[in-house]
T-cell receptor, first 115, second 112 residues
Framework: DGGITQSPKYLFRKEGQNVTLSCEQN?????MYWYRQDPGQGLRLIYY???????QKGDIAEGYSVSREKKESFPLTVTSAQKNPTAFYLC??????????????FGDGTRLSIL | RKEVEQDPGPFNVPEGATVAFNCTYS??????FFWYRQDCRKEPKLLMS???SGNEDGRFTAQLNRASQYISLLIRDSKLSDSATYLC?????????????FGGGTRVLVKP
């Protein structure tokens, strides 16, 4: 089945620790995205990548880092600099449409909490 | 003003009734519009794209009003399974490629 796989489903972070969230897609999509969702809030864009070895900051990139070494994979690291990391993290992918008319498809998310 | 605004609800709807709600967007140059559905503690799922001429998918009808800068979603013959949060999604700037802006969502509760 084609889709987007995020792991782990639940993650706990200790003070001062970096943690990495995995996102893999087999949809052959060029573009991948990371969002953060806080309870009762909308999605906010952290980082996105249009193509391998290239990525751009979104609206709330501080305290996060990403890499895009393979088309299928776009891991997100939540660093110790992110002081309020507790949230629902969603990875998405899409075809990269220059017209901006491509919907995004989501993985089932990772819930990150502070210990 | 937020780029994409939605009434958070909840809209309490009797089963079988019709419900409609809007979403306003601030950038008149916005090109693409979508409705997503998000169930509690789950990922958003694409419900439908919104086309200029309006479009229908079963019991769901989406409309775009460019002059007033809003899109709407209408659900007919509501089912209990329609209970969810509906996210309005806009591509605000053509030049930004496929970056999307999400509204905060409208919660719909369908009751027996």
């Amino acid at each position: 089945d084609g889709g987007i796989t995020q792991s782990p489903k639940y993650l706990f972070r200790k003070e001062g620790q970096n943690v990495t969230l995995s996102c893999e897609q087999n949809l052959n999509h060029d573009a991948m995205y990371w969002y953060r969702q806080d309870p009762g809030q909308g999605l906010r864009l952290i980082y996105y990548s249009q193509i391998v070895n290239d990525f751009q900051k979104g609206d709330i990139a501080e305290g996060y880092s990403v890499s895009r070494e393979k088309k299928e994979s776009f891991p997100l690291t939540v660093t110790s600099a992110q002081k309020n990391p507790t949230a629902f993290y969603l990875c998405a992918s899409s075809k990269w449409g220059g017209q901006g008319n491509q919907p995004q498809h989501f993985g089932d998310g990772t819930r990150l909490s502070i210990l | 003003r937020k780029e994409v605004e939605q009434d958070p609800g909840p809209f309490n709807v009797p089963e079988g009734a019709t419900v409609a709600f809007n979403c306003t967007y601030s950038n008149s140059a916005s090109q693409s519009f979508f409705w997503y559905r998000q169930d509690c503690r789950k990922e958003p799922k694409l419900l439908m794209s919104v086309y200029s001429s309006g479009n229908e998918d079963g019991r769901f009808t989406a409309q775009l009003n460019r002059a007033s800068q809003y899109i709407s979603l209408l659900i007919r013959d509501s089912k209990l399974s329609d209970s969810a949060t509906y996210l309005c999604v806009v591509n605000p700037i053509k030049a930004a490629g496929n970056k999307l802006t999400f509204g905060g969502g409208t919660r719909v509760l369908v009751k027996p």
